[in-house]
Nanobody, 115 residues
């Protein structure tokens, strides 16, 4: 499985970004899909996940500012990020888990929140 993430960049505090991830294969063919992020020197942390049922899970600290969704027409996994803060600066990774519970990672896209 290959994952292509995009949408990262430089944004000012308070701004918004939308990340997208395109998998090889249907986005709905996976058990679970989600976004993680990692700051250098720290562990990768879960941002949000969405199950094949549509049930979503968010990191408690991000709920309300970040929204995860799947776009069937474009076959993408999206992450809408609003009211961005400097502490949101990280490399964001797309992750999918297939029906055999194998986990796949994209290469990551850098989000920098700075004035």
């Amino acid at each position: 499985v290959q994952l292509q993430a995009s949408g990262g960049g430089l944004v000012q505090p308070g701004g918004s970004l939308r990340l997208s991830c395109v998998p090889s294969g249907s986005i709905f063919s996976f058990n679970d899909v989600g976004w993680y992020r990692q700051v250098p020197g720290k562990q990768r942390e879960m941002v949000a996940r969405i199950a094949v049922s549509g049930r979503t899970v968010y990191a408690d600290s991000l709920r309300g500012r970040f929204t995860i969704s799947r776009d069937s027409a474009k076959n993408t996994l999206n992450l809408r990020m609003e009211d961005l803060r400097p502490e949101d600066t990280a490399v964001y990774y797309c992750n999918v888990i297939d029906h055999k519970y194998y986990s796949y990672w994209g290469r990551g896209t850098l989000v920098t929140v700075s004035s």
